[in-house]
Nanobody, 115 residues
Framework: QVRLVESGGGLVQPGGSLRLSCAAS????????MGWYRQAPGNGREMVAT???????RYTDSVKGRFTISRDNAKNTVSLQMNSLKPEDTAIYYC?????????WGQGTQVTVSS
């Protein structure tokens, strides 16, 4: 059994920064794509950023130039550095990873951008 645990959410003012982290643990043989998704109230879950084992990244258009995804393959972790945060970035952020060829999700961490 594998587990993903997120940390780093919170309340921040517009223009501020937050860093989310996610650690995978358990019986891990391989991790392929890792990523961050978010879900705002009344909306569906959307992809924010993904990163392959080799380091290829993808971002949704609304966060390009502001968010940076990174991973540490030795530690089975993925992070999301979020700068220039906007109120519309407010959502629950979920970590996702393809571990042992199966999609796994974290429990989510709340990010609120408000003055």
């Amino acid at each position: 059994q594998v587990r993903l645990v997120e940390s780093g959410g919170g309340l921040v003012q517009p223009g501020g920064s937050l860093r989310l982290s996610c650690a995978a643990s358990g019986s891990i043989f391989s991790i392929n794509v890792m990523g961050w998704y978010r879900q705002a109230p009344g909306n569906g879950r959307e992809m924010v950023a993904t990163i392959t084992y080799a380091g290829t990244t993808r971002y949704t258009d609304s966060v390009k130039g502001r968010f940076t995804i990174s991973r540490d393959n030795a530690k089975n972790t993925v992070s999301l550095q979020m700068n220039s945060l906007k109120p519309e970035d407010t959502a629950i952020y979920y970590c996702n990873a393809y571990i042992n060829s199966l999609s796994s999700w974290g429990q989510g961490t709340q990010v609120t951008v408000s003055s």
